[in-house]
């Protein structure tokens, strides 16, 4: 009799077999990063402080300067336009009184001829003559006369001293001017001081 062989079971101690290693297993998957932006590369696209600070006190420098400069050419105007104003004020007349000499002289001539005992009706037509050419000066300078004889009583414009009865003047109309006054283009300087007329004299009744 033929004997049958038989195949024993695996026992459970033997070593499991072993596996064979992949080979994408041995390759790194992760390969190594190299950070080409790292902290000395940053530190090496800035200036050094040294610079920074050179740079910062030049610009402050130099506003300075301008500031120097902006505050002294502001005192410059400052005087300059006092100096101006000081002037004006020394020599705004001057055209004025430049046109008051001729009157003047004509004034000098009339007492020259007044001591002389000469005819007194030349020299009242003299003093006339200049009295005409001092209101012709003022008159182009702006002054006017305010003489509102017969004219409605203007308490802007008139003073009133008195108060008369009068047949011809209206109630409330200037009767004589005592004081002409004068205005500076349209500015009053001197109100006229005038004599209002009351009107037409009433009758006493018993």
Do not use: W
């Amino acid at each position: 009799m033929t004997e049958s062989k038989r195949k024993d079971p695996p026992s459970q101690s033997d070593p499991a077999p072993e596996k064979a290693e992949s080979p994408a297993a041995a390759v790194d998957p992760s390969p190594a990063v190299v950070d080409a932006g790292g902290p000395s590369a940053a530190t090496s696209a800035c200036p050094p402080l040294e610079e920074q600070l050179a740079a910062a006190k030049k610009d402050a420098a130099a506003n300075y300067d301008h500031y120097v400069r902006a505050m002294a050419d502001q005192e410059n105007f400052r005087r300059r336009v006092a100096r101006e104003k000081e002037d004006l004020r020394k020599f705004a007349l001057a055209d004025l009184l430049q046109s008051l000499l001729p009157v003047l002289d004509n004034l000098q001539l009339g007492m020259a001829a007044a001591r002389q005992k000469t005819d007194t009706k030349n020299i009242v037509d003299g003093v006339a003559m200049v009295l005409e050419q001092l209101k012709g000066v003022l008159d182009r300078n702006g002054l006017k006369e305010v003489n509102p004889v017969g004219q409605r009583f203007d308490p802007h414009q008139h003073e009133a001293i008195s108060h008369q009865p009068s047949p011809d003047v209206p109630e409330e109309h200037v009767l004589q001017v005592v004081r002409i006054g004068y205005s500076l283009n349209g500015r009053l300087l001197r109100p006229a001081s005038v004599i209002v007329s009351s009107g037409p004299a009433k009758k006493e009744t018993i």
